[in-house]
Every structure is written in C-alpha cells, then in structure tokens.
C-alpha cells in the first residue's frame, strides 16, 4: 500500500496530509464500532472488530513509511525524530488517561493526527486543506469533552454483558474503576475494568450493634481479629482501596 501511494502522482506533503486526516477519522469510527457492539460476539463480529482495530494502524505506518521512503537521504534524522515521538506516545499515555479516560485518550490520537494533516497541507502550501485538519482537531476535542461529561462513548457492555447503572465512573493509567449497585441488595459493588468486583461493607463501624459484630468476627475474613484483637493487618488485593 505504501508503494501504491508513492507512486500516485501528486505533492508528497499532500498525500501524507490525506492520510493523516482520514486517520483521524478512521480512529473515532472505529472506537464507535467498537465501543456500540453488544452481546457475545461470534467469529464474524469478532473479525470486523480485529479489522477496526488494526485499521488506524494500518494508514498510521503508512504514513511512517512514505516520510521515511521520501527522505531516504536523511533517514537517520527522520528516524530519531520517529522513535522521539513513539516514545513521547509511551509517555503522554499515561496523564492523557488518567485525565480523559481510555475512550478520551483514543480520541486525543484522533486529534494530533488531525493536526499533523493540518501540518502536511501548510507545508504543501494549502490553505483549505489546512483549515480542514484545523478544524477536524477542534471538533474532535469538542467531542472529547462532550464525551467526559455525557459518556457518548464509553464502554456499557463486558464479556457479553449489559454493565448495570454505574453512579461513578473513573479511569486511570491501568483501570477503570465504577461504582454501581449490586442487584438484589440495597449495597453497592466497586467494579473494576468492567468485570471484576468488590463490595462495600454497608456498616457504620464506630457503632457496630453486637449481633453484627459476632458476625463479622466469626466469618472467614475477621477470623485474624479473634485470635488477635486490634492487630494490624496488610491486606493485599483490596480492591477498591
């Protein structure tokens, strides 16, 4: 594909420009395709969503690959300047999810390829062009934040699945964290990465009535306490914190 492209008539700055703005197109279409599938997905759905995945990839290493091609005599400095930028990826990934969240941070990739297009025209000299990748960028940070405060996009289905009504939902760098009621009790479950779980105890623990307390004690987790009361304890897996 990359040979195809290099060898259509036409500006280099522009083809990569193109590339670039379809990419960032491609990125949030694809997020969308992935994050609206429902039930368990069979082999045909588990397909499409493997292709939607890789597609981005896909125009992004073509994009890497005519850069290099076309500056084949000063591949050295092109090439530090792509592994500067892989790295600074690796890097920015993890406040961009922590701040925006895993739909969010998707998005953002979405945005600097739309400003990177914005770039290839300026430097082709065209001015519309330009103004287009400008104004893909905006747009797509308009929806990053219509996204964070409405959750457009956001994951509602988990190995096959419907997620049940979440009252808190927060990312970070290696989990999503939600908080939502357990069904058939008046207690509520901290849910991690969409599956695993944990609950809260519903008890006030500076006025534990007797009848509970015995209870607690006797059961398989505050069996240390009644060999050792008050001993401190490290509890490791915990969950929620």
């Not at 914005?118 to 103004?131: E, G, H, S």
């Not at 009621?181 to 809260?200: C, V, Y």
Request: net charge positive.
């Amino acid at each position: 594909f990359s040979y195809v492209v290099a060898g259509r008539k036409g500006p280099t700055f522009s083809k990569l420009g193109a590339m670039a703005l379809a990419n960032a197109i491609a990125i949030v279409i694809a997020l969308t395709f992935i994050m609206t599938r429902t039930g368990t997905p069979g082999n045909a759905t588990l397909a499409v969503v493997y292709f939607a995945s890789a597609f981005p990839f896909f125009l992004a290493g073509a994009i890497i690959s005519l850069a290099i091609s076309e500056t084949i005599q000063r591949v050295e400095r092109v090439y530090f300047f792509d592994l500067i930028g892989a790295s600074g990826g690796c890097l920015a990934l993890i406040p961009l999810l922590n701040l925006f969240g895993g739909p969010n941070t998707v998005i953002a990739s979405g945005v600097l390829f739309a400003v990177s297009a914005a770039v290839w025209y300026n430097l082709d000299r065209q001015a519309l062009a330009r103004v287009a990748g400008v104004m893909l960028a905006l747009l797509l940070v308009a929806l990053m934040f219509v996204n964070g405060a409405y959750r457009v996009i956001d994951v509602r289905w988990a190995k096959g699945q419907a997620l049940p009504d979440e009252m808190f939902v927060q990312w970070n760098s290696f989990s999503r964290i939600a908080l939502a009621p357990e069904r058939g009790t008046a207690n509520h479950l901290i849910i991690i990465d969409a599956d695993a779980s944990t609950g809260i105890p519903p008890y006030d623990w500076d006025h534990l009535d007797e009848q509970t307390r015995r209870n607690l004690l006797h059961q398989g987790p505050g069996f240390p306490y009644l060999i050792r009361p008050g001993a401190k304890a490290l509890v490791i897996g915990p969950g929620g914190g």
